[in-house]
Structures are given as structure tokens and as C-alpha cells.
């Protein structure tokens, strides 16, 4: 995946994710509140991970532009 979609994966995941929970709060339901918190923490993961992917392909990209105008 690119970081693009790690970020939009992690977003929905993350409102999923509290969604589920806010709905466990009104239904009393325990497991659906715990499912929604692991959800949410996924969407986290999975911003973060595209956030590093992005800084990677920067830096990829000004170490190739310098590279570039050394020749």
C-alpha cells in the first residue's frame, strides 16, 4: 500500500473504530466497546505507517535531486 492509502485506511478504521465504541457505551456491550478501541488503534498504526512511508519517499527525493545536481 501507499502512504496515501495507509492514511485513508487508518482514518476510517480510526472512526470505526470510535464509532463501535460509542455504540458498545449505549448497548452496554463490553465487546463491541473493546473491538471498536482495537479498530481505533489500528487506524493509528495505520496512519503512522503511512506518515513513515511518506517521509521515506521524501527523503528518497532530495537525496536523488542532490545527487542530481552534483553530476
Known amino acids: 500500500m501507499g502512504a496515501t492509502t495507509d492514511k ?3 482514518h ?3 472512526a470505526i473504530g470510535k464509532a463501535k465504541q460509542g455504540i458498545g ?4 456491550s463490553e465487546r463491541l466497546q473493546g ?3 482495537i ?3 489500528k487506524g493509528h498504526a495505520q496512519k503512522a505507517m503511512g ?3 511518506q517521509m521515506a519517499k521524501d527523503a ?3 537525496a536523488s ?3 542530481n545536481r552534483k553530476r
Do not use: P, S, W
Request: charged share 40%.
Open 39 to 41: 479498530q481505533e488503534g
Open 65 to 67: 535531486d542532490f545527487a
Open 60 to 62: 528518497v527525493d532530495k
Open 25 to 28: 457505551e449505549v448497548t452496554g
Open 8 to 10: 485513508i485506511k487508518g
Open 12 to 14: 476510517a478504521n480510526e
Open 35 to 37: 473491538e471498536g478501541l
Open 51 to 53: 506518515d513513515a512511508k
